[in-house]
Nanobody, 124 residues
Framework: QVQLVESGGGLVQAGGSLRLSCAASGRTFSRYSMGWFRQAPGKEYEFVAAISWSGESTAYGDSVKGRFTISRDNAKNTVDLQMNNLKSEDTAVYYC?????????????????WGPGTQVTVSS
């Protein structure tokens, strides 16, 4: 099992940057693919980004491609999400997820391993 806790959320102006971090407990972190999802008020969960256990493979949602970058440090049991050129529509609660499968949005979505989330608010 793995437990996840996100941090780094906050209030930022449009065009600014923010870096989210997800800390994982457990000694098997490197076996998990990791990902980020977000949920805006009144909307469904949206896939943001995913990264394979090795970090060699990544995937991004269409709305964040070219602006967000996912990375991981298996020695520190962390996965980060660097968010640049933020827009008001990026406002949401951001969640970290882990899956024993590949870096697939569908597998991460149904995984039981999700963090409690961190709020990101982008002011226009």
């Amino acid at each position: 099992q793995v437990q996840l806790v996100e941090s780094g959320g906050g209030l930022v102006q449009a065009g600014g940057s923010l870096r989210l971090s997800c800390a994982a407990s457990g000694r098997t972190f490197s076996r998990y693919s990791m990902g980020w999802f977000r949920q805006a008020p009144g909307k469904e969960y949206e896939f943001v980004a995913a990264i394979s256990w090795s970090g060699e493979s990544t995937a991004y949602g269409d709305s964040v491609k070219g602006r967000f970058t996912i990375s991981r440090d298996n020695a520190k049991n962390t996965v980060d999400l660097q968010m640049n050129n933020l827009k008001s529509e990026d406002t949401a609660v951001y969640y970290c997820a882990a899956s024993v499968g590949g870096p697939s949005a569908s597998l991460l979505r149904i995984s039981p391993y999700w963090g409690p989330g961190t709020q990101v608010t982008v002011s226009s």
